[in-house]
């Protein structure tokens, strides 16, 4: 009994103790949503930043992915924690109109970051006042088995050279003689077909008119938007069947096994097509090519973000946290780590990866511009009602008529003239 | 009622108060946490829904705890009609009423079947039963690997069949078909297992007597067992029209009401507008609710109107 009573005697001063020694500490919370590899780059981010602020305690709070977008709705209320992921353009707006987010112009401005992050001020900025650190991004383009090609006695693009639309279509065509599917994509969670659609519109038209049609501002019948569907209509063919009920992994599975030569995808990608048995010797990656000749290249690099709540107990801390995570220094290990790419112009990137490189060199030169992905530039709703258009286009490209009029009236009910 | 006041107001006058106090209040102590959750959990809730569908609200209480919505009066009802994703989940909610039927024929067959006396028909009960025990999404996922596209037992037949194999799934004219026969599978289980119980109350001397009346087949079946079998078949109407009704967990996990939105049901709808990662719209989620309470209310009080009938006869 005695030795009980000791044992829980210590027990609660251990636990005094410990209270006491957090409260000599300052604290920042930070709630995100991170898959085990990006989460340890995270904690290996705290650490460094622990270590150069000995003072402040990081604690972070890590939601399941999916968990994650309705917990964040209300946590923002209810039990606010000082940081908080979340996603560029259109996707915090909901976020910031209701007061949740907070303005981090400051950090912005003492920082450099306006120059160091320039090519994601856009995103992050909503009526004039940034309200998001970009700190990480991930190129889209076009990943091709080389496996394929040689199966089809196709030559590959070289190196360096862009593909031309006409070519890729004629190589489309060779591939369907030799049963291979030129494009593959498997679109049951529906964002694929996005990405396919996104790079059309940006490669007919441009990157204005893709920003002005995800923002509501341009019919879907007007004639450069039939424009954009006049080009998906000649792809259509190529595009493995029966997509609309494959997964985008299942659809890996037939790109890594030379079924199909190409796959429009995100660079997050790359790890499922390698765990297919890809190497660097038969992966390919290109962008995607041009269609009207002249049209500045414009590509696609949804960012991810962490966000100050309004509701914060600690902001000064967790504003020295924010700039942390915007420095060089930490995007350029964090990415190293994740192999993705770092939004500060100032880091470096893992010259041994061929897609990083790649990528990296594709997104610097896009002269167009850079888009989020459809479902971050467009709101949400309409994001939704677009990806359905989309798909059943690819499904049923004989309802051009009946699917241009279902979104337009979606376009003029979202955003009254 | 009429009746039980009645002997209340007499027992009054036999027994004086305390008695009368007793007997009025004992029901609905032992009532009340019953009604007491009742109220919290289903009532409160239909009422929050109904007032809820009248706003134009994103989900979000600004930084202060205040409601951010917006009354917008029958707005989310005019909308409705003419949404055409709403109009197909509607027709979708009708094919799943009318085809989950066939649940009670076949549980009805399967229960005659297995309703004898051999070795081991513990056994087969219990195997015919299995599908009802495993979690929908277990069924969701069976039968989405089975008309998988390339690699699918389903597909696979159809291409040694025609030649050109069917992805059900990625169908638009046929995918509701296909979910609904991965929710027949348990149903028919479900309303098996009912009949089964219910064939064990079926009296022996009344089929005796049929049987030296010269009944047999069809006939037996029709005027002697299924009148006997009513309470069953009741019940099992009940179960199958709700069940077809709430159907939202298979859609979710075969096709999340793809492909391009010709497989959603309003309760799938209904959590993509108001839940999902595309809706935050809590009000136009409300009012697609509020129309399938409203679709269920009409089985609901027909079932209820029929049982008073019943107790009423008695």
Not at chain 1, 155 to 171: H, K, R, S
Request: aromatic content about 14%.
């Amino acid at each position: 009994m005695v030795h009980k009573k000791a044992g829980a005697l210590a027990v609660l001063a251990a636990l005094l103790m410990s209270g006491s020694a957090y409260a000599q500490q300052r604290v920042v919370t930070w709630n995100a949503d991170y898959d085990p590899i990006p989460l340890a780059a995270t904690e290996a981010l705290i650490a460094d930043f622990e270590a150069a602020n000995p003072e402040i305690d990081v604690q972070l709070t890590n939601f399941d992915h999916e968990g994650y977008k309705n917990a964040i709705r209300n946590f923002l209320t209810a039990d606010p924690p000082d940081l908080a992921n979340w996603y560029a353009a259109n996707r915090m707006r909901p976020f910031v109109e209701a007061g949740l987010f907070a303005d981090i112009s400051d950090v912005w401005a003492n920082n450099g970051l306006n120059e160091a992050l320039a090519s994601s001020v856009l995103s992050s900025t909503i009526d004039g006042k940034q309200y998001a650190i970009p700190y990480t991004y991930y190129q889209w383009g076009i990943y091709y088995n080389r496996d394929a090609y040689a199966a089809a006695g196709v030559e590959p693009p070289a190196a360096d050279a862009t593909v031309d639309w006409a070519t890729f279509l004629a190589n489309c065509e060779k591939f369907k003689a030799a049963g291979i599917d030129c494009v593959t994509t498997g679109s049951v969670a529906k964002w694929p077909v996005a990405g396919i659609f996104d790079y059309l519109s940006l490669r007919t038209n441009g990157y204005q008119f893709h920003a002005d049609l995800a923002a509501g501002k341009i019919s879907w019948t007007s004639p450069e938007a039939r424009a954009v569907f006049a080009e998906f209509a000649k792809l259509q063919p190529f595009v493995t069947e029966n997509h609309a009920a494959i997964d985008w992994q299942d659809a890996a599975a037939i790109f890594t096994q030379g079924k199909a030569a190409h796959y429009v995808m995100g660079n997050f990608a790359v790890g499922v097509f390698k765990e297919g048995g890809m190497t660097n010797d038969n992966l390919g990656f290109m962008v995607f090519p041009e269609i009207t000749p002249g049209v500045a290249r414009a590509e696609e690099a949804p960012t991810d973000t962490v966000h100050l709540t309004s509701g914060a107990k600690n902001p000064e801390d967790a504003k020295l946290l924010l700039a942390y995570i915007a420095s060089a220094e930490a995007q350029s290990k964090w990415n190293a780590a994740v192999g993705q790419l770092p939004t500060n112009a100032g880091s470096t990137v893992d010259a041994a990866d061929p897609f990083l490189s790649e990528g990296f060199a594709a997104l610097s030169t896009a002269t167009g511009g850079i888009a989020q992905f459809w479902d971050r530039d467009a709101d949400a709703e309409y994001a939704s009602i677009g990806m359905d258009g989309f798909q059943q286009f690819l499904v049923q490209p004989e309802e051009l008529e009946a699917i241009l009029e279902r979104l337009e009236q979606a376009r003029l009910r979202l955003f009254p003239q | 009622m009429a009746n039980a006041s009645d002997t209340v107001a007499a027992a009054t006058a036999l027994h004086g108060k305390r008695r009368w106090n007793q007997r009025n209040l004992a029901p609905w102590l032992f009532m009340a946490p019953g009604l007491f959750m009742f109220t919290v959990y289903v009532m409160w809730p239909i009422v929050q829904s109904i007032s809820l569908s009248f706003y134009d609200w994103n989900g979000l209480y600004n930084r202060d705890g205040e409601f951010t919505g917006t009354f917008i009066g029958l707005q989310n009802y005019r909308e409705l009609g003419n949404d055409p994703a709403f109009e197909v989940s509607l027709w979708n909610n009708l094919k799943w009423l009318v085809l989950y039927m066939l649940a009670l024929p076949i549980g009805l067959f399967l229960a005659i079947f297995l309703n004898q006396t051999v070795r081991g028909i513990r056994l087969y009960k219990s195997l015919f039963f299995f599908p009802f025990v495993i979690s929908q999404v277990v069924v969701g996922l069976i039968f989405a690997w089975f008309y998988a596209p390339n690699f699918g037992l389903f597909y696979l037949l159809t291409e040694w069949i025609t030649g050109d194999g069917t992805a059900i799934l990625a169908d638009p004219d046929l995918v509701t078909y296909g979910i609904i026969a991965a929710g027949l599978w348990p149903q028919i289980a479900y309303v098996m297992i009912l009949y089964l119980t219910g064939l064990n109350n079926v009296a022996p001397d009344q089929i005796e007597a049929a049987r030296l009346d010269g009944a047999k087949g069809w006939k037996m079946l029709w005027y002697v067992v299924l009148p006997q079998l009513r309470p069953a078949t009741f019940i099992a109407v009940i179960v199958t029209v709700i069940g077809a009704l709430r159907s939202f967990d298979l859609v979710s996990i075969m096709t999340s009401g793809g492909p391009f939105g010709s497989s959603r049901v309003l309760s799938y709808y209904m959590y993509e507008m108001a839940l999902g990662e595309i809706g935050l719209r809590m009000g136009y989620g409300a009012a697609i609710a509020v129309v399938l309470f409203a679709i269920m209310m009409v089985f609901i009080s027909g079932f209820i109107w029929k049982m008073w009938r019943d107790e009423k006869e008695r």
